[in-house]
């Protein structure tokens, strides 16, 4: 697409207002980070308590029973010629009882070309339902692609079909999307530091929380306990 002189300002324009509002909002953020971390688990149980309580959206207990944790994301899309994402990400895995341990924090990235039209927040539920899915909470970094099998969930409390060889069943706020394809190259990266505000601890990792080294702050006890509460 061929891009006029004009459009060129347009979209320079509308770059200088953005980093501007980025500068903005950088400045009016708090000043303790956990307020911040605090306030991400706070959004992720609420929307998880949103979905469950509606029947349609409700994700079945045998979901939450079978799989091996869960990672909640949550992304903000939109640019201007070339899309983007970014975002951040709660983990958690099944501890040694069987209950859903302390979170760790992720960032997320990644890049689509081509014109983009508008922007917005999505929340994306994935549970981990084998051991490789597992493994992606302690790696590095990882990109959602092919190498693991991921498919959209069956929204319904009732719905008992499971799709025992898929690694990842996802679900997502909004409707009619191709889930699997919505998440597709999103790179999820471990935010350490995150995770060494939120543990007062500067040498902690994801593997050291799910172990239970980790002392679990009453702010993440509700969002366990909504999990727990699905687990037969």
Not at 90 to 95: L, P
Request: proline share 3%; aromatic share 8%.
């Amino acid at each position: 697409m061929k891009i006029n002189r004009y459009q060129t300002l347009q979209l320079g324009f509308a770059a200088l207002v953005l980093s501007a509002a980025y500068v903005f909002a950088a400045e009016e953020a708090p000043k303790d980070p956990k307020i911040a971390l605090n306030k991400e688990i706070s959004d992720a149980t609420n929307f998880y308590n949103t979905q469950q309580n509606d029947p349609k959206t409700a994700i079945p207990n045998w979901v939450v029973s079978e799989s091996k944790g869960v990672i909640i994301l949550t992304r903000v899309s939109g640019a201007l010629i070339v899309g983007g994402t970014s975002g951040t990400g709660i983990g958690m895995n099944k501890a040694a009882n069987g209950k859903f341990s302390a979170p760790a924090f992720y960032t997320l990235g990644g890049a689509s070309i081509g014109l983009q039209v508008g922007g917005g927040t999505t929340r994306t539920i994935a549970f981990l339902m084998s051991d490789k899915a597992l493994n992606t909470l302690t790696d590095s970094k990882f990109v959602w692609s092919g190498n693991v099998r991921a498919v959209a969930g069956d929204q319904s409390a009732t719905d008992t079909t499971a799709d025992n060889k898929a690694d990842v069943i996802l679900y997502q706020q909004s409707s009619g999307l191709d889930v699997g394809a919505a998440v597709a190259g999103t790179q999820v990266a471990i935010d350490n530091d995150g995770n060494h505000q939120f543990y007062d601890s500067s040498t902690i990792t994801p593997a050291e929380i799910f172990a239970g080294k980790a002392t679990t702050p009453d702010s993440v006890k509700p969002l366990q306990g909504v999990l727990n509460k699905q687990i037969n």
